[in-house]
């Protein structure tokens, strides 16, 4: 048997051919995939206006306003921003806040449309969705059980006003791997885990970028929507996710007193898509203003933070 022996120069070149290959891979969650996006199948829904932009999927994060109607046209829920901070602009919401949105229809009471956010798949910015189902298709099993028989099968029209769409996890080329910075893997639907170097904590704050985005730089002083994890150095845990959070985006303004250790500086000049991982030594957690909104995390650990930039505006 010949065994094929190499060069050095030419090793080197291979490895130079895997580095180009890896550089030139791209991730492209299913937010980005717009022709090949499938709407919904459960009921009837219309699409109209000019979309522009991400689609919803299942893990959006999108604002928009709510209307839903009778069949003799009377208002069941009135016109209604899904979720409005008190300055009468939507605010993004990660898609699943429907599994629990309190409708004043209700007195408040959470009640689960999460029918609703099926109806909105493949829907993009500036887009009017209009879905029809039954009311028990729109309610939760343990609310439409108390409904009349006879309006549990009433048809209702859900119309949804999309206001923006935001990517649901980083986009972008991915970068080959750091020395000293954690290397991040990403499930199917971009969460991300982290394997740490075999190295103690660093004690200087050290900076990667792992994916990079197509958009635009991040400017100073934007507000970036972004989807963050924390995790301690030792032991790889996760002491903090908004993946999977019912509830607003989590939005920072970019630059220095951002509430978050000032981690945004950092995402200054990255482009919008971009996934970046922050270290931050425990020096740095424990003798910050912040330490005490954010006590969940360790602040005798190194923590690496994974930002993905969804948008910046």
Not at 63 to 73: K, R, T, Y
Not at 93 to 116: D, E, I, K, R, T
Not at 274 to 284: E, K
Request: with cysteine; charged share 15%; glycine share 8%.
């Amino acid at each position: 048997m010949t065994v094929a022996r190499f060069r050095k120069p030419a090793i080197a070149a291979l490895g130079a051919v895997s580095m180009m290959a890896l550089a030139s891979c791209a991730q492209i969650p299913s937010s980005d995939r717009v022709t090949t996006c499938e709407p919904a199948t459960a009921f009837q829904t219309e699409r109209t206006g000019e979309g522009t932009g991400p689609v919803v999927d299942e893990n959006a994060i999108t604002s928009f306003d709510l209307q839903v109607a009778l069949e003799d046209g009377s208002e069941l829920i009135p016109q209604t921003t899904v979720l409005d901070m008190g300055d009468g602009v939507a605010t993004p919401v990660n898609l699943n806040y429907l599994s629990s949105f309190p409708m004043a229809a209700f007195g408040g009471m959470p009640v689960n449309l999460s029918a609703v956010g099926e109806a909105l798949t493949c829907a993009q910015a500036g887009e009017q969705v209009t879905a029809t189902m039954r009311m028990d298709q729109l309610f939760p099993e343990e609310l439409s059980a108390s409904l009349p028989e006879e309006l549990k099968s009433q048809n209702v029209t859900v119309t949804a006003n999309i206001g923006s769409v935001y990517h649901s996890a980083a986009t972008g080329r991915i970068n080959p791997q750091h020395n000293g910075i954690p290397a991040v893997v990403t499930a199917p639907d971009g969460t991300p885990g982290v394997t740490m170097p075999k190295e103690p904590a660093p004690t200087e704050e050290r900076v990667a970028v792992t994916i990079d985005g197509f958009g635009a730089p991040v400017k100073e002083g934007q507000l970036v929507t972004m989807h963050l994890s924390a995790f301690s150095w030792t032991d790889s845990t996760q002491q903090l996710t908004t993946w999977g959070n019912a509830g607003p985006a989590l939005q920072l303004p970019a630059g220095a007193g951002d509430g978050m250790f000032d981690i945004t500086s950092q995402l200054v000049g990255k482009s919008v898509g971009s996934q970046v991982v922050i270290v931050l030594p425990a020096s740095t957690i424990a003798a910050s203003p912040d330490a005490a909104t954010w006590s969940q995390l360790n602040s005798s650990d190194a923590i690496v933070f994974v930002v993905d930039i969804l948008g910046a505006e």
